[in-house]
């Protein structure tokens, strides 16, 4: 990959998105293109091919898309499947015709089977049935690979997936309607340690594992796939290490400051029991993360500090 190649990264300003510009700066990438989705809404299939026609990218990274946790997936199930296939059919389609040399699509571990063995490994892809909650966003994101995979099987394009596990870090979702775990427990923490440390509500009973990547690491992971041909359709991004979710709330608590009282209200949704990626894939060709969780909440608490005031509502 020459420093001058068009790199046209979807979702930019996104917390993926714009980890992955970062990463890409840094490179020494020069020719970066960007879009907001008020100048181009990627659910717009003529305007998508318009503009990488004018455009010419010589690789699109994919990190546009409709993201959200149990909460979300769950009221806004329509947004949740149809404007995540738009956006990627949109871009997946228009990249194959306008001939761009690679295409990098971004799923998530929400796409395998809920109760697949652990760790969970790519070909437990369309093994047994989904977690009901996020099937919606999942179904999408399966139909994002296969498309991929079709077109790298029947014309030999370099067109590849990576799916990354929970990711959290700096530019993260703080929003509590929308937000992942991470994220929201952050905020939660901080604001009840404000309030003179009251106690904390958190959602299920704690027990789930659950692993996290910075996403600063998912980035490098993205430039990794750049800048190498990849021999398999589909890979797998994540440390290969889990936690509880109580596990988690306490180190996060600790990292806070907050020394008031937890309450798990188990009559909240817990989700998958268990979801730890096999990474052996992505390792074995020469990718590993770098910052470890205790490391990574810091960064992202420090972030979250010195940002809060500027935190805009999502709305759906
Ligand atoms: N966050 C995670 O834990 C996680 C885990 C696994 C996989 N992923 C994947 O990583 C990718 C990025 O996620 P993220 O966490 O960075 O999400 P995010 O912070 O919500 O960013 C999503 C981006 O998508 C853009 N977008 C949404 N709808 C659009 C539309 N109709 N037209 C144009 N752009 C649109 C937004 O653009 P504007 O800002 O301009 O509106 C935004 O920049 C997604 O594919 C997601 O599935 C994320």
């Known amino acids: ?12 300003r996104g917390m ?15 020719n970066l293109l960007g879009q907001t989705s008020k100048d181009l809404d990627l659910r717009n299939q003529q305007a998508v091919l318009d503009f990488i026609s004018k455009e010419k990218p010589d690789v699109i990274i994919d990190a ?13 199930p329509f947004q949740f499947i149809m404007e995540n296939m738009q956006i990627q059919n949109n871009l997946i389609d228009a990249a194959h015709k306008l001939d761009v040399k690679k295409f990098i699509f971004l799923g998530s571990s929400c796409i395998y089977p809920k109760f697949a063995p652990q760790p969970l490994k790519e070909e437990y892809l369309l093994t047994d049935s989904l977690e009901p909650t996020n099937e919606w966003y999942a179904i ?17 394009k370099d067109f590849v997936s990576l799916m990354p596990t929970n990711l959290y870090g700096t530019h993260d979702n703080f929003d509590l309607k929308t937000s992942h775990v991470l994220p929201a427990m952050i905020r939660k923490f901080h604001e009840a340690k404000e309030n003179g440390n009251t106690p904390v509500t958190l959602w ?6 659950r692993e996290f990547l ?5 980035a490098e992971g993205v430039v990794f796939a750049l800048e190498n041909t990849l021999p398999e359709y589909l890979y797998n991004v994540g440390t290969g290490i889990d936690i509880t979710i109580k596990e988690l709330a306490e180190t996060i608590q600790e990292k806070v400051g907050h020394t008031g009282e937890i309450i798990w209200d188990s ?14 894939k992505m390792n074995n060709v020469g990718w590993k993360h770098k910052v470890d969780l205790e490391e990574g909440i810091e960064l992202t608490y420090n972030w979250f500090l010195a940002n809060q005031n500027d935190f805009k509502e999502v709305k759906l």
Not at 214 to 218: E, K, L, S, Y
Request: proline residues 4%; hydrophobic residues 35%.
């Open 1 to 12: 990959m020459e420093k001058t190649s068009k790199i046209y990264v979807a979702g930019h």
């Open 16 to 30: 993926v998105g714009s980890a992955i510009w970062r990463a890409l700066e840094s490179k020494g990438y020069t």
């Open 64 to 76: 546009a898309a409709r993201v959200g946790g149990i909460l979300a997936n769950n009221d806004y």
């Open 140 to 156: 999408a994101k399966i139909t994002g690979v296969k498309a991929c995979q079709a077109i790298r099987k029947q014309f030999g």
């Open 204 to 209: 299920g009973s704690g027990t789930p594992m």
């Open 214 to 218: 910075f996403v600063d690491d998912m």
């Open 267 to 280: 009559s909240k949704p817990d989700g998958t029991p268990r979801k730890l990626m096999d990474v052996s």
